[in-house]
């Protein structure tokens, strides 16, 4: 029989005993949860006073239809809201573009204007909820509607609490939902993140994103190392600006894939802390306590979820969710098991939060943090974890950072190389999915959520009854405002938000940027 490895091709031994640790003293090098650097958790008490954040991510149909379905996971004990905006939104389009036909509403909520954004948010506190947004092109204009809404409800921007993703380098390593060359969209994230710092304290304005690196192919390791790599740039890039970084570093905030290799994720998860901790204190010299912290989100590996016997994914994600908690998670996303066939439905969204929330109440792991701590196995994994990040990120810093890296091709390249891999080792039966390669059968295919086409029809509808009723004088001024100091060097999420307050359209504003910016072309490397 062949030596087994970990998804990230890790070698794993019969046996792993006292030896391992020989010469390394634990206590010092990972000191207690809550301490630097923190790969046990950054809080002393684990989730014995508070658990993590449930935070299911949710989006369909009409900003009316996505309120409902806000409603119902909080009337169920979500804590926190999560929003998917449909590819349109993503893309920077309006619905009654002729590129968005077809797709309006189907794969999260469509959101055209801060008309949508208000339906989206009617009836909700916005100085009661934390709302992650996860949107990145047009990330700008979208936390610009969901301060407008803040103002319109009296909240002052200082309460207002949540997370936007905005994480652009990458979109061009794995997801490609990019318009602008780099340059000009980097300026835009660092344009958010320091509105943020000055204006919106309590608000986490971006959400540097693994998990788009992970689904798109890469291992463990790659995920780790290139997520840190992005942070480590915005980093730079943001000195660079003249801020310092105990103004900001606070916060930044990270989002992680979580798939199925059960102790590898939590190693991953601890590696991350640790070497965020040992970066900003020792590259970059942060002072404060809480920059050295990595705050993360982690979201169960839709990659991982099979369309044959979907009700396996009840048990995968369950697994998954129980790796996340144990490897010091702040907040989590339970995927639902028929999101490998269409968006979930009502009763398999409730399953997933159900899922959190047996974890939390039922299994005992919150009694204490870092119950893993100290393994020999997760020990031993967590430290090469991290010294294969470590070499992948020199890589990275050698190319001469993030943007000469991904025009060099290096980043494709990587993640092509692993999932060409993964699909080989999966063909030969090395790796084995469950009802897929191994114990397949047929199964009854479960009800899914069907989106009608007049979804896409009414939305329209009600954007061009939008732009007949605006005031067209005042939004073309806006308009000109954001053309002018787009050529210029002025922070543009003020000319964003007067844009967004006369009801301009995510269109239109991805349009004005456009005509200053450019496009830059899909990476055929």
Same mark, same amino acid.
């Given at each position: 029989?062949? *030596?087994?490895?970990?998804?990230?091709?890790?070698?794993?031994? !019969?046996?792993?005993?006292?030896?391992r640790?020989?010469?390394?003293?634990l206590?010092?090098?990972? +000191?207690?949860p809550? *301490?630097?650097?923190?790969?046990?958790?950054?809080?002393?008490s684990g989730? @014995?006073?508070?658990?993590?954040?449930?935070? *299911?991510?949710?989006?369909?149909?009409?900003?009316?239809?996505?309120?409902?379905?806000?409603?119902?996971?909080?009337?169920?004990?979500?804590?926190?809201?999560?929003?998917?905006?449909?590819?349109?939104?993503? !893309?920077?389009?309006?619905?009654?573009?002729?590129?968005?036909?077809?797709?309006?509403?189907?794969?999260?909520?469509?959101?055209?204007?801060?008309?949508?954004?208000?339906?989206?948010?009617?009836?909700?506190d916005?100085?009661?909820?934390s709302?992650?947004?996860?949107?990145n092109?047009?990330?700008p204009?979208?936390?610009?509607?969901?301060?407008? &809404?803040?103002?319109?409800?009296g909240?002052?921007?200082?309460?207002?609490?949540?997370?936007?993703?905005?994480?652009?380098?990458?979109?061009?390593?794995?997801?490609n939902?990019?318009?602008f060359?780099?340059?000009?969209?980097?300026?835009?994230?660092?344009?958010?993140?320091?509105?943020?710092?000055?204006?919106?304290?309590?608000?986490?304005?971006?959400?540097?994103?693994?998990?788009?690196?992970?689904?798109?192919?890469?291992?463990?390791?790659?995920?780790?190392?290139?997520?840190?790599?992005?942070g480590r740039?915005?980093?730079?890039?943001?000195?660079?600006? +003249?801020l310092?970084?105990?103004?900001?570093?606070?916060q930044?905030?990270?989002?992680?894939d &979580?798939?199925?290799?059960?102790?590898?994720?939590?190693?991953?998860?601890?590696?991350a802390?640790?070497?965020?901790?040992?970066? !900003?204190?020792?590259?970059?010299?942060?002072?404060?306590?809480?920059?050295?912290?990595?705050?993360?989100?982690? /979201?169960?590996?839709?990659?991982?979820?099979?369309?044959?016997?979907?009700?396996?994914?009840?048990?995968?994600?369950a697994?998954?969710?129980?790796?996340?908690?144990?490897?010091g $998670? /702040?907040?989590?996303? $339970?995927?639902?098991?028929?999101?490998?066939l269409a968006?979930?439905?009502?009763?398999?969204?409730m399953?997933?939060?159900?899922?959190?929330?047996?974890?939390?109440?039922?299994?005992?792991?919150?009694?204490?943090?870092?119950?893993f701590?100290?393994?020999?196995?997760l020990?031993?994994?967590?430290?090469?974890?991290?010294r294969r990040?470590?070499?992948?990120?020199?890589?990275?810093?050698?190319?001469?950072? &993030?943007?000469?890296?991904?025009?060099? +091709?290096f980043?494709?390249?990587?993640?092509?190389? $692993?999932?060409?891999?993964?699909?080989?080792?999966? +063909?030969?039966?090395?790796?084995?999915?469950?009802?897929?390669?191994?114990?397949?059968?047929?199964?009854?295919?479960?009800?899914?959520?069907?989106?009608?086409?007049?979804?896409?029809?009414? *939305?329209?509808?009600?954007?061009r009854?939008?732009?007949a009723?605006?005031?067209?004088?005042?939004?073309?001024?806006?308009?000109?405002?954001?053309?002018?100091?787009?050529?210029g @060097?002025?922070?543009?999420?003020?000319?964003?938000?007067?844009?967004?307050?006369?009801?301009?359209?995510?269109?239109e504003?991805?349009?004005?940027?456009?005509? $200053?910016?450019?496009?830059?072309?899909?990476?055929?490397?």
């Amino acid at each position: 029989m062949s *030596q087994p490895t970990t998804l990230s091709g890790i070698p794993v031994d !019969m046996e792993y005993g006292p030896e391992r640790l020989a010469g390394r003293d634990l206590l010092s090098e990972l +000191g207690r949860p809550g *301490q630097f650097p923190y790969a046990r958790g950054l809080k002393g008490s684990g989730y @014995r006073v508070n658990y993590w954040t449930m935070r *299911q991510f949710a989006g369909h149909k009409s900003a009316k239809d996505t309120n409902e379905r806000f409603k119902y996971l909080l009337s169920h004990g979500e804590t926190g809201l999560s929003t998917a905006f449909d590819l349109p939104t993503l !893309m920077g389009l309006d619905s009654d573009d002729p590129r968005s036909a077809g797709e309006v509403g189907r794969e999260g909520v469509a959101v055209d204007s801060l008309a949508d954004m208000e339906a989206l948010f009617s009836g909700i506190d916005l100085a009661k909820v934390s709302t992650s947004m996860t949107i990145n092109l047009p990330a700008p204009v979208l936390l610009a509607m969901y301060l407008a &809404v803040a103002k319109k409800q009296g909240v002052p921007f200082k309460r207002v609490r949540g997370t936007c993703q905005t994480d652009i380098l990458k979109e061009y390593i794995a997801q490609n939902e990019y318009l602008f060359p780099p340059e000009p969209s980097l300026r835009l994230v660092l344009d958010t993140i320091e509105f943020c710092v000055r204006e919106v304290p309590r608000f986490y304005p971006i959400s540097i994103s693994g998990y788009h690196i992970r689904e798109a192919g890469a291992d463990a390791a790659q995920e780790l190392a290139f997520t840190l790599g992005d942070g480590r740039e915005y980093v730079e890039r943001l000195l660079a600006r +003249g801020l310092q970084v105990d103004d900001f570093a606070s916060q930044l905030s990270f989002f992680f894939d &979580v798939h199925n290799c059960f102790f590898e994720e939590i190693a991953k998860l601890r590696a991350a802390r640790a070497i965020w901790a040992r970066l !900003m204190r020792e590259e970059f010299g942060a002072k404060k306590e809480i920059s050295w912290m990595l705050p993360m989100h982690c /979201q169960t590996a839709g990659v991982s979820l099979t369309a044959q016997q979907p009700l396996n994914n009840l048990v995968r994600v369950a697994y998954q969710a129980l790796a996340a908690v144990l490897g010091g $998670t /702040q907040s989590l996303h $339970t995927n639902s098991f028929d999101e490998a066939l269409a968006l979930p439905t009502d009763e398999a969204v409730m399953l997933a939060l159900r899922t959190q929330q047996i974890i939390a109440h039922e299994t005992g792991v919150a009694d204490t943090p870092d119950p893993f701590g100290g393994s020999y196995y997760l020990e031993s994994l967590t430290a090469e974890m991290e010294r294969r990040a470590g070499e992948l990120m020199r890589r990275i810093k050698e190319l001469g950072g &993030v943007v000469p890296a991904l025009e060099a +091709g290096f980043f494709h390249r990587e993640i092509a190389e $692993t999932a060409y891999r993964f699909e080989q080792d999966l +063909g030969a039966r090395r790796r084995s999915i469950v009802g897929v390669n191994v114990h397949a059968a047929d199964a009854k295919p479960p009800a899914i959520l069907k989106i009608e086409a007049h979804v896409e029809e009414e *939305q329209v509808e009600r954007l061009r009854a939008l732009r007949a009723g605006r005031d067209q004088a005042r939004l073309e001024a806006c308009l000109g405002r954001l053309r002018r100091e787009a050529a210029g @060097r002025e922070n543009l999420l003020p000319a964003i938000l007067e844009a967004v307050e006369a009801y301009g359209t995510v269109g239109e504003i991805t349009a004005a940027l456009k005509e $200053t910016f450019g496009e830059y072309p899909v990476f055929a490397g």
